[in-house]
């Protein structure tokens, strides 16, 4: 979280607004997203109305192109998620039956499945929008997120690296694990460094990031902590 902030702060006139997500929100987003492999999952999120960004923090990030208004729930850190939807990339983003009734909606609020924001994963894929996510996005009132997942064995999911785009890695890029053992296939796999192993005995290799508005505008994201300030913020210059 550290490395990804520093690198959010390094970039920040690249955006026009940023989100403010707690550091203990994140892991469990990776957590469940981790659960669910190889398949993907559709998280809705809400802000916490009690607590605004840490204005300190929010005039240290912003950039040159700030534009205030921009969506829904600027200015206001991201407090609870719930996931709504697993399955492949071309059913996730379609709401549940479960979620489109009154049954659960004391569970969820007055909005019922209606979230501020939006994320969902990109098992063994960059961290992307796809031609899919930029339409599912246009019902989006606040900022859709994507956080991509690099692991192996890739099963019929090979991950592809020519894929157009700016990518946001949590931590450092994917990188071969050096050895002095010789390939005997032409076409082997390279052997990645592995970030831990999830529960369905995937190992990880690298974690990304991104948030977005549904006009295409990139949105910065910042790692905080319990009082709203970013991991590595004594560190920022």
Do not use: C
Request: aromatic share 10%.
């Amino acid at each position: 979280m550290v490395t990804y902030n520093q690198e959010s702060y390094a970039s920040k006139d690249a955006y026009t607004a940023q989100i403010h997500l707690p550091g203990h929100l994140f892991e469990k987003l990776v957590w469940w997203a981790l659960q669910a492999l190889p398949d993907e999952i559709l998280v809705g999120m809400d802000i916490n109305s009690e607590a605004p960004h840490n204005q300190e923090v929010e005039l240290k990030f912003r950039g040159s192109e700030h534009t205030e208004g921009l969506f829904q729930g600027q200015g206001f850190i991201i407090g609870e998620a719930h996931i709504v939807n697993r399955g492949d990339s071309y059913s996730v983003h379609h709401l549940p039956e479960d979620w489109t009734d009154d049954m659960f909606s004391t569970s969820r609020g007055s909005r019922a499945g209606r979230f501020t924001h939006w994320l969902h994963t990109h098992p063994n894929a960059p961290a992307i929008p796809s031609h899919a996510d930029a339409d599912a996005a246009q019902e989006t009132s606040g900022v859709d997120m994507i956080l991509g997942l690099r692991f192996s064995p890739e099963g019929p999911l090979p991950w592809f690296d020519d894929v157009e785009g700016v990518r946001r890695r949590v931590g450092s890029k994917a990188e071969p694990v050096k050895t002095k053992r010789k390939r005997r296939s032409f076409f082997a796999r390279q052997e990645l460094k592995t970030l831990g192993v999830a529960p369905s005995g995937h190992k990880i290799h690298e974690i990304q990031l991104i948030a977005f508005r549904k006009n295409g505008l990139g949105i910065n994201v910042i790692m905080v902590d319990q009082n709203g300030y970013p991991y590595g913020w004594e560190n920022l210059s």
